[in-house]
């Protein structure tokens, strides 16, 4: 608790006044934390970068940190405070805004973001309902409707009839794409098995009844085998197991394999099992592919299924008219996620929904009596979550503040970014790439040439054997380069077609921030390579089989 003075020799107590002090009384200008406001709000980079401790310190030494499970009886200064969380937290935290950080969807924030969440915060408006948010409800219906434009291309009647509509909601703004996917596919679940004569529908009488109402042998969820995890939780919390997502064999451009999604549909059918929903995915997690979204819809078409796309990181290149067609058929899914904290650059917590029919969601409807009351505006009556916060604003700003074409700039630099990064990746001789960007990310690994030279002849037994090596190389540099803590790449474990579709550990780069150049991609590329170098007393088989057959 706060006490304005800054002097900590003295020992804070919990006073009435204190805390009457704490909601009333700003700390002065020259305190810890003004200081610290300043100085972010000056220079956020500087200030981030002269914070966070490059060097890698060890999870559980951090954790001896964060050990004490009694909640404090004496009350600390705020300043005291400040120096505490300096030190233990943003010392050791992740520097996701550096330009040398491309390894993951989160990344650098524009500069506005930061006073435009202290009025957020500050405002505290809760969007499950209108007696708690007020302006912010229909700023949010907005938002919605322009996403929903975005993806559906609508004109401006239809929106004027829907967008504030009261029974209506073209979309769910929540917390994320994984909140996002469980409302589609919630939603999907509701409308499959709605009411229907004696039976109150699934909503009301859970999926045991249903399944015997509608006597289906099961519910399954239909995706490629690079779905996003989020999927999976969906189906078990909506109550069909972890077992009914279905994953479909992708094609040699990591998209799902439309003639065997055909062929799964034929065969539930004759089984009886019903298709909760087919899910395209636009950007995967791993490989950044987008599926053939317009064949996929006229499957779903035949087979009268839901047609949910994920798009969860690759939504935002709706904004980009180079690229937008990536996505073609978009617009025939009947729900689409979208994640503004992914390459929408807002802060996390910014995930949402569309619904191509406006009344798809009142299958999830819910009313209480003390809010969300029948024909209120509430959002909450069609959301999963409850309270939330007011971080539409953070879209709503962001899109005017950058714009369309503003958002198109930066979104065809990150795929440029990453087609450069994969020329310099092809015509270095020592990496190979493993899965070309089709949007701004891309995956590789370092193999040096007389390696892949000898992967190419040797059988599949040598092949898995030099394979294993290289794993524990990519890993050795992965774990090597974040650890020096001037850049950063993740990496993941994808199936590599000329490799027998064997689990291959590989780089994963996210190409996001404006600021990364190419000149720190080259360094980035150039570090790794050195790094190999270094390796070569930690995996002496490797370079002994490579200098072998020299
Ligand atoms: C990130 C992502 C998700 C999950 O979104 P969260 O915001 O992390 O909950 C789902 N699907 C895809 C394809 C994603 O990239």
Not at 38 to 56: P, R
Not at 353 to 372: C, G, T
């Amino acid at each position: 608790m706060s006490m304005t003075a800054n002097k900590s020799a003295a020992k804070a107590t919990a006073t009435e006044e204190s805390l009457h002090r704490i909601f009333t009384i700003p700390e002065a200008p020259d305190s810890t934390l003004g200081l610290i406001e300043q100085e972010m709000s000056q220079n956020l980079a500087g200030f981030l970068g002269d914070h966070i401790v490059a060097k890698d310190h060890l999870l559980t030494s951090i954790e001896k940190d964060f050990a004490c499970s009694a909640i404090p009886e004496d009350p600390a200064y705020v300043s005291d405070h400040m120096h505490h969380l300096l030190e233990k937290l943003v010392a050791q935290s992740v520097h996701t805004s550096s330009p040398s950080f491309i390894g993951h969807m989160t990344s650098a924030l524009p500069y506005f973001i930061l006073p435009l969440s202290k009025l957020m915060v500050g405002l505290n408006q809760n969007l499950v309902k209108i007696e708690t948010s007020k302006a912010f409800t229909p700023l949010e219906r907005q938002v919605l409707g322009m996403m929903h434009r975005l993806v559906y291309q609508e004109d401006d009647t239809f929106y004027q009839r829907w967008m504030h509509s009261a029974k209506h909601s073209l979309g769910a703004f929540c917390s994320g794409g994984t909140v996002a996917n469980i409302t589609a596919l919630w939603v999907a679940r509701n409308n499959l098995l709605k009411a229907d004569g004696n039976f109150k529908g699934v909503a009301q009488q859970g999926l045991f009844a249903a399944l015997n109402h509608y006597q289906y042998n099961g519910l399954v969820i239909l995706v490629s085998s690079r779905g996003h995890y989020s999927l999976k939780k969906s189906a078990d919390i909506l109550g069909i197991g972890r077992d009914s997502v279905i994953a479909i064999p992708t094609d040699e451009h990591n998209r799902i394999d439309c003639a065997k999604l055909r062929e799964k549909c034929l065969e539930l059918q004759q089984q009886n099992i019903a298709i909760l929903s087919i899910v395209g995915v636009a950007g995967t997690t791993e490989t950044g592919s987008v599926d053939l979204l317009e064949k996929m819809a006229h499957i779903a078409q035949e087979f009268s299924c839901h047609f949910h796309v994920d798009a969860a990181w690759g939504g935002a290149t709706l904004l980009s008219n180079k690229h937008r067609s990536i996505l073609k058929g978009v617009e025939l899914a009947d729900s689409v996620t979208i994640d503004a904290h992914k390459q929408m650059y807002v802060p996390m917590g910014a995930g949402l929904v569309v619904f191509k029919n406006p009344s798809l969601a009142s299958s999830i409807e819910h009313h209480a009596e003390y809010i969300l009351r029948k024909g209120s505006k509430d959002l909450g009556s069609h959301t999963l979550e409850g309270s939330r916060p007011g971080m539409a604003m953070l879209v709503y700003a962001s899109l005017h503040i950058i714009s369309r074409p503003g958002y198109e700039l930066l979104i065809n630099q990150s795929i440029d970014k990453a087609n450069y990064y994969a020329q310099i990746i092809d015509q270095h001789e020592d990496f190979e790439l493993i899965t070309k960007p089709e949007l701004c990310l891309l995956t590789y690994r370092y193999n040096p040439k007389q390696v892949q030279d000898y992967l190419e002849r040797c059988n599949e037994k040598e092949q898995l054997a030099v394979n294993q090596l290289l794993d524990q190389l990519t890993k050795f540099i992965q774990k090597r380069q974040r650890e020096n803590g001037k850049s950063f790449v993740s990496r993941t474990r994808i199936e590599v077609g000329k490799y027998q579709n064997r689990k291959t550990l590989v780089f994963r780069v996210v190409l996001a921030n404006p600021l990364t150049t190419k000149a720190i991609l080259n360094d980035i590329l150039q570090e790794q390579a050195e790094l190999a170098q270094e390796s070569i007393s930690f995996l002496p088989k490797l370079f002994e089989k490579s200098s072998q057959l020299i």
